[in-house]
């Protein structure tokens, strides 16, 4: 069965640094990788998502992320963080049937101090 | 848009009690997922259903855990009886045709005493 590992369970950051959080899935096969952001007291959202094609994939507020098939990872970067940044991140990947279910990691909790 | 919207936000309840979410999902989408997200942990797929019903429900815990969809819209998810570690955030989320085009709601969080 698939797995994600993030190995960063919390992050603490000054504004204007540059981040970056792991993310390592277990599924050597077609995968399907995503980021997901969930701001205090709000819903879970798609920061951005691979299918295939160029393994650098620009999300939404200034996040991309590098999809390493070698490295089995999908790191997740931006290059200046911001205060509003603070928030969990989860990396997901697909499941290995056609259902279309996600498989998360256990998130990291970024802080970023202003 | 209107997003996926869930009831309660918050339940506290004593362990052996049973207890109730309601899920709507966002009109049109065919396909419904209940998820568990315990603290520390990213969320669990417990169920999902396609229109009124289920595809997977491998990792819901049936002898407590029950959940219907009704006329493919609406959801109920029950835990009955509950205990301390059903403790969680319950997430519900809906998706429309062969994508991810996932939406999440806000959650239920359960507190079990």
Excluded at chain 1, 62 to 79: D, H, Q, T, V, Y
Aim: net charge positive; hydrophobic share 35%.
């Amino acid at each position: 069965a698939q797995s994600v590992s993030q190995h960063n369970h919390h992050v603490i950051l000054s504004e204007a640094a540059s981040l970056e959080l792991g993310c390592n899935y277990s599924y050597g096969g077609t995968v399907n990788l995503f980021w997901y952001v969930q701001y205090p007291g709000q819903h879970l959202q798609l920061l951005l998502k691979y299918f295939s094609g160029d393994p650098l994939v620009k999300g939404i507020k200034g996040f991309e992320a590098e999809f390493i098939k070698s490295k089995f990872s999908f790191n997740l970067r931006k290059p200046s963080v911001q205060w509003s940044d603070t928030a969990e991140y989860f990396c997901a990947v697909n499941g290995m049937d056609s259902s279309y279910k996600l498989i998360f990691g256990s998130g990291t909790r970024l802080l970023v101090r202003p | 848009e209107a997003g996926v919207a869930q009831s309660p936000r918050y339940k506290i309840i004593e362990k052996r009690q049973s207890v109730a979410f309601w899920c709507n999902p966002i009109s049109g989408h065919a396909t419904l997922y209940w998820y568990q997200q315990i603290l520390g942990q990213g969320p669990k797929l417990l169920i999902q259903f396609q229109n009124n019903g289920v595809v997977d429900d491998s990792q819901l815990p049936k002898d407590r855990f029950s959940a219907e969809r009704l006329k493919g819209v609406d959801s109920t998810l029950k835990i009955q009886p509950a205990k301390l570690e059903d403790s969680a955030v319950y997430l519900c989320a809906s998706r429309t045709g062969a994508d991810y085009g996932y939406t999440f709601g806000s959650g239920t969080r359960l507190t079990v005493v």
